[in-house]
């Protein structure tokens, strides 16, 4: 069904840093022609850092667009659209919870709001952890917290996680893991 759509032409509405909002004109599979609006995103990575106790370091912080503190597994954007996601990956476990790994695996990966994001968000697991320097953004004030598995699902249950990576991530690596 999809070889019958067909995108038309693509319009820049806005470019920031981070995220550039395009109208693609779409031709449909009834011939009619429509506009959908997408989020064009370069991609991300996050990594579920597992210290020697089986535990999971997350991180919580201040999240403009929920107005609050949330809790969640480091992760951030790639600094350039080639850019290796599992590096990518190892540098947001250094950057944000001074850590780093020589054991970082691929999880899995997802689109993050595939109705209207193209962004791919690549999640690994990082063990053997070795302590290093936390170097956070100028814009980022992070706290670390440390849970067990079980910990986490079960805030997960109570809605006390609302991060849909961090969500995702845990309970797939709960499930492939056999915790």
């Given at each position: 069904m999809a070889d019958?759509?067909?995108k038309l032409s693509q319009t820049e509405i806005y470019k920031g840093v981070r995220v550039h909002l395009v109208t693609?004109?779409?031709l449909l599979p009834n011939g009619k022609e429509t506009d959908w609006e997408?989020?064009?995103h370069p991609g991300a990575a996050a990594v579920v850092p597992v210290d020697d106790e089986g535990k999971i370091i997350m991180v919580r912080q201040y999240r403009n667009a929920s107005n609050s503190y949330t809790l969640e597994i480091p992760a951030g954007?790639?600094?350039s659209p080639?850019?290796?996601p599992k590096e990518c990956a190892a540098r947001e476990l250094e950057e944000e919870i001074g850590y780093s790994s020589n054991n970082i695996e691929f999880l899995f990966n997802f689109y993050s709001a595939i109705g209207i994001c193209n962004e791919i968000i690549n999640v690994f697991v990082a063990k053997n952890l070795i302590q290093s320097k936390q170097n956070l953004d100028e814009d980022e004030?992070?706290?670390l917290e440390r849970y067990t598995v079980d910990e986490l699902v079960q805030m997960i249950i109570n809605g006390?996680?609302?991060d849909n990576k961090s969500i995702s991530s845990i309970l797939l690596y709960?499930?492939?893991f056999g915790l």
């Open positions: 019958t759509i067909k693609e004109r779409i997408l989020i064009l954007v790639f600094d080639n850019e290796d004030f992070i706290t006390e996680i609302k709960k499930e492939k």
